[in-house]
Nanobody, 129 residues
Framework: VQLQACGGGLVQAGGSLSLSCAAS????????MAWFRQAPGKEREFVGC????????YYADSVKGRFTISRDNVKNTMYLQMNSLTPEDTAVYYC???????????????????????WGQGTLVTVSS
């Protein structure tokens, strides 16, 4: 699968930004999808993931209540709506996916980056104070 993330940019603290991740080359509805982020000098961290039909979503505690993940299997796109942004949210945001043939059940292991075998190129989100 090819993943293309976009929507990053510069936003002031307290503002909102929406990212999208477009998939091609696969049946998108067969893919467990996730967002990760990597801040300068830090390791990549889990943001959230969404099941194949969008019925189950996990969030990192740091973004719970502020970020919303969704997907549109007709448009082959996953979204990340980010509200109440803080400078600590500054990072490169990556979308990732793994096929259902490899991961037939969504568990809390979906929070681990090692589970995913397809990654987008990343989009930079900068939150100014």
């Amino acid at each position: 699968v090819q993943l293309q993330a976009c929507g990053g940019g510069l936003v002031q603290a307290g503002g909102s930004l929406s990212l999208s991740c477009a998939a091609s080359g696969v049946t998108f509805s067969n893919y467990l999808m996730a967002w990760f982020r990597q801040a300068p000098g830090k390791e990549r961290e889990f943001v959230g993931c969404i099941s194949w039909n969008g019925g189950r979503i996990y969030y990192a505690d740091s973004v719970k209540g502020r970020f919303t993940i969704s997907r549109d299997n007709v448009k082959n796109t996953m979204y990340l709506q980010m509200n109440s942004l803080t400078p600590e949210d500054t990072a490169v945001y990556y979308c990732a996916g793994v096929g259902r043939s490899k991961v037939p059940i969504m568990s809390y292991q979906a929070m681990g980056a090692n589970l995913y075998d397809s990654w987008g190129q990343g989009t930079l989100v900068t939150v100014s104070s």
